[in-house]
Structures are given as C-alpha cells and as structure tokens.
C-alpha cells in the first residue's frame, strides 16, 4: 500500500474514527485503525466491537491495499505535523511496519493484518430515512444530559429513540431518564420513519453521532433494525453501532398530566441562584429547598458544616404557598435546557413529580422527582 493525502482530510478523517477506540484494550487490533486504499481515496475504520465509525479522505493512490495500524499514536502524530503537509503512507510486506513521512519527519508503526479487523455488518437494517441534522442536534442535546451512569438497569444507559402518533401527526421522540429526572424531546417524524422499531441507542453511540453532527451537512442517513443504528453523515463518514437489549420502561406513566400549580420564573437568573446557594453544599448533589408563594421564591440551602445559603427570586405565581426540595444539579442541567427567558414549572405536591416546559419550544418536556425537605 502506497498513497499520499493532504494533512488536514487526513487529520479530519482520523479525528472522527480515533475517538471510538479504548485507551485500553485485552485486544490488541482494537487498538488500531483500518486503512483501505483504493483508486483515489483511502478509508479508515475503527471499532470497539460494539459500535463502528468509518470516514474517507480523496488521496492519490500509489498502490491499492489495507493494513491496521495503532490508532491515536497516527493520529497524535498526524496532529503534529504541519498544516498543507502532504502526508506519504507507505506499508510493503518487505518491512512489516507502516512508514508516515512528510518533509524531513519520518515515523515507522507496528501494523497488524487487516484481515484480523472485525468489521460490523450492517444486514437487516431498514431503508434510509433522512434527518435534518439540526433536528437531530437539538433531540440529542435536549435529552442526553439525562441517560443514566448505573449499570444496574443497562436498559437506561441509552437514549431511546422511537415514533408515536400524537394527536394524528407521527413524531420522532427522544426520551432518556435515571429514575429521577426525565428529559423528552420530539420532532415530526421525517418520511419513511413510521414504524420502525424503536431503540435504545447507547450513551457512547449518542455522544459520538453528536461529535460527528457537527461537519454533518444538512441531512444525516438513519438506519434502525431490532439491534443496529447507523447514521450516515456528509462526505462519506458513517457510524454503525449495536443497540441496547431490553425494554425501555413505560416512561408516559411518569409525566405528569394534571399538575395544577403553575410558576413562571426568569430561567437565567433562577439558574444562577440555584448554583450561588448549591455553593454551601458539599457537592452539587444536595438538596435545594424552594418556598414558592406568591410573587416570590426563597432557596435554602443548609449544611451543618458550610453553614446555610439564602436567595429571593421574583416569580409569576399566585396559588397556596408550599415548599418542595431538588437535587440542584438537576435543578441546573434543566435550566440550561430551556432556550427562552422563561422556564415554566408545574407542581402537584412536594412530593409528586414536577413538570418543566420551555414555552419556546412545545415539543420537549422534563420531569424532575423532589427530594424531601
């Protein structure tokens, strides 16, 4: 294999492929990168075995062939070369390693076989269906911040993506949750998405198709089966990942649908007042008590070693006044949620769940459970 790229489409190619491998690996070829040249362009594939990125960089191709080689050591040193470098891959079976050189900087890689790489198949999955990439930014973003860390109940370590009927009209929905908060998200639902299976896309999988929504173009290629997704993005960089096994809880039962007290509040400012007083607490993590009446909330937070931290905030709320507690930093990923000046709280109790809505934005919901004061 012989074939010269220009620095920067080889930088941007391995840029969005290194990301997927593991620092560490029981595996020695997941470590490495794939390159395959052929005519005039060179693709690079990487996996982790549970999910696949593949991208492609116009190159002028000496000699046609694949090899792997070790994934972030080429990047890092792609990264070092200068930029508008013309960069010369080279790999014969005489010299069993991959020579990287431009100007006067030489490097020599250990290279495994390409035929050890494990390629994922892409059988099985449905006919294309076109997202607007900004659609499925904001989907993505909107909900994300919610998928759960615990292991214990995988089922909710990912976003699940599916589509509902809503009032006659098909949507796309987004819902991620851990048990105590609940973000969803909703688009109308692009041609052809009508019943597909729904999924449950791993939390790395959602992260790195957020990474590479970024040079997307207008429209992204979404593919689903019971157990793959796969985006295809612009150019010709495409990411194929397995899905969660299991059953995403019945999340409709958890929305609240006749929450009666209503408060309006400034959504920057509440956030700030949130994070001055969370600054008494030992970690984000503890609780911020909210006394709502009308025209007015009172934050406490209290700690027996920090000592107590007190802020009043201006609201539009006239009902009986009440008290109800929140983990602040929930408090605070839904605020930087909402994109208008105003967040809308919705309360039954202090200890039913709470509603949040965006008024600019109808079709993205939150549900927060309170903790107890």
Not at 201 to 217: H, Q, V, W
Not at 301 to 322: C, K, S, T
Request: glycine share 8%.
């Amino acid at each position: 294999m012989k074939l010269t790229i220009e620095r920067a489409a080889l930088l941007k190619a391995l840029g969005h492929v290194q990301s997927v491998v593991e620092r560490r690996n029981t595996i020695p070829i997941l470590s490495n990168v794939l390159l395959s040249a052929d005519r005039e362009q060179v693709s690079f594939s990487a996996t982790d075995l549970d999910m696949e990125i593949v991208d492609e960089g116009a190159a002028h191709v000496d000699v046609p062939g694949q090899i792997t080689a070790p994934a972030h050591t080429l990047y890092e040193i792609v990264r070092k070369l200068p930029d508008g470098a013309d960069v010369s891959l080279t790999y014969s079976g005489e010299d069993p390693r991959l020579l990287i050189s431009a100007g006067r900087s030489k490097f020599n890689l250990p290279v495994l076989p390409a035929g050890d790489f494990p390629v994922m198949s892409a059988d099985g999955l449905s006919a294309h269906i076109q997202v607007d990439a900004n659609d499925l930014i904001r989907l993505i973003d909107k909900t994300r911040f919610a998928i759960s860390t615990e292991e214990t109940r995988y089922y909710l370590n990912g976003l699940y993506v599916h589509t509902v009927m809503d009032g006659g009209e098909a949507k796309l929905r987004a819902v991620a949750t851990d048990g105590h908060r609940l973000a969803l998200a909703e688009m109308p639902a692009p041609e052809g998405s009508a019943g597909q299976p729904g999924v449950i896309i791993p939390r790395k999988t959602i992260n790195e198709a957020r990474r590479l929504l970024e040079d997307a173009g207008e429209n992204v290629g979404f593919q689903v089966s019971a157990q793959k997704v796969r985006f295809e993005f612009a150019g010709a960089s495409a990411l194929t990942s397995k899905v969660i096994d299991g059953s995403f809880p019945d999340y409709m039962r958890v929305i609240p649908r006749d929450n009666q007290k209503i408060m309006t509040v400034d959504a920057e400012l509440f956030a700030k007042a949130v994070d001055r007083v969370a600054t008494i607490s030992a970690e984000k993590s503890r609780s911020v008590k909210l006394a709502i009446e009308t025209g007015r909330m009172t934050l406490t937070v209290r700690n027996m070693e920090a000592g107590q931290g007190v802020e009043e905030l201006e609201i539009d709320y006239d009902g009986e006044p009440f008290e109800i507690g929140f983990n602040a930093r929930y408090l605070l990923d839904v605020a930087g949620q909402i994109n208008g000046e105003i967040a809308e709280f919705r309360f039954a109790d202090p200890a039913s769940p709470t509603l949040v809505l965006d008024p600019t934005d109808p079709g993205v919901k939150y549900v927060l459970m309170p903790l107890r004061v």
